[in-house]
């Protein structure tokens, strides 16, 4: 089993120390910034051997030279992307399968967000980092793709186990549950997990990692191809598409 460690970096984000310890590898998924890394391995003296990202984007990739040239890390990222992702070593995409230490790794392709997207699910430790497709609640703007591109994309991955841990990369979920309310009202489960949300954020607590099982109940975003969710933005069922792209239309200015 990996242990993750979870480190909160800039205003939102999440960056993740993960080790395996069989090997004694040691990754850090999509940093954003390098200082908090390091001063969290040098505070566990582990030493780092990975970087693992997800896309590109400056708040998941600014770390990567830092890192790379300190600690002669390897760089892993999407092969559809690699133009983009500073030091990239090893390029994988949809159907892979890359072991960190003696721990395999599925990758997925998951275009939308960015064109080059991708996630790793290690499925032994119930883990899923996914960078910015899946936040609880929500999912990221569609910046690169298309409404289809990350409606497939939120389709392949909510169809993993209930009980994987699902490791997005920013503490978005209070505000996702204020614009869910809007468009699933009467939704058990979106109100159930509102109310732990809350809780939680009253405490100082993240809402991150949550569960797959828990996200495809009560997220709009995986839920559009509900005749309820359809109905409530005034849509008929059978085109789950259009349903997901009114529902990200709605979010974008809300």
């Known amino acids: ?3 993750i460690v979870q480190i909160p970096v800039l205003s939102d984000n999440y ?12 990754g850090v998924v999509d940093p954003a910034v390098a200082e908090p890394v390091e001063a ?12 693992l990202n997800t896309h590109h984007h400056g708040d998941h990739v600014g770390g990567n030279q830092r890192l790379k040239a300190r600690y002669e890390a390897t760089v892993v990222g999407p092969r559809a992307d690699r133009a983009r992702i500073p030091g990239i070593d090893v ?13 395999p790794a599925r990758v997925f392709d998951i275009p939308g967000h960015t064109r080059g997207h991708i996630a790793y699910w290690f499925a032994e430790s119930k883990a899923l980092f996914c960078g910015d497709t899946i936040f609880s609640l929500g999912c990221g703007r569609v910046f690169e793709g298309t409404p289809q591109q990350m409606w497939s994309s939120l389709s392949k991955l909510r169809g993993l186990p209930d009980d994987t841990r699902v490791y997005c990369a920013h503490e978005y979920t209070q ?8 468009v699933d009202p009467d939704n058990p489960d979106l109100m159930r997990r509102i109310a732990e949300v809350d809780r939680l954020r009253a405490a100082g607590r993240p809402t991150v990692p949550s569960l797959m099982g828990e996200e495809r109940r009560a997220n709009p975003f995986l839920r559009a191809d509900q ?6 933005v005034g849509l008929s069922a059978g085109d789950p598409v259009a349903v ?4 990200r239309r709605r979010k974008d200015v809300f």
């Open 1 to 3: 089993m990996l242990e």
């Open 15 to 26: 960056v993740y120390l993960v080790r395996e310890p069989a090997s004694g590898a040691v």
């Open 40 to 51: 969290e391995l040098e505070r566990r003296r582990w030493r780092l051997t990975h970087v």
């Open 91 to 103: 390029e994988v995409g949809e159907g892979d399968e890359y072991r960190f230490g003696e721990a």
């Open 175 to 182: 505000s996702n549950a204020r614009f869910a309310r809007t």
């Open 227 to 232: 005749p309820a969710l359809a109905a409530a």
């Open 244 to 247: 997901f792209a009114e529902v």
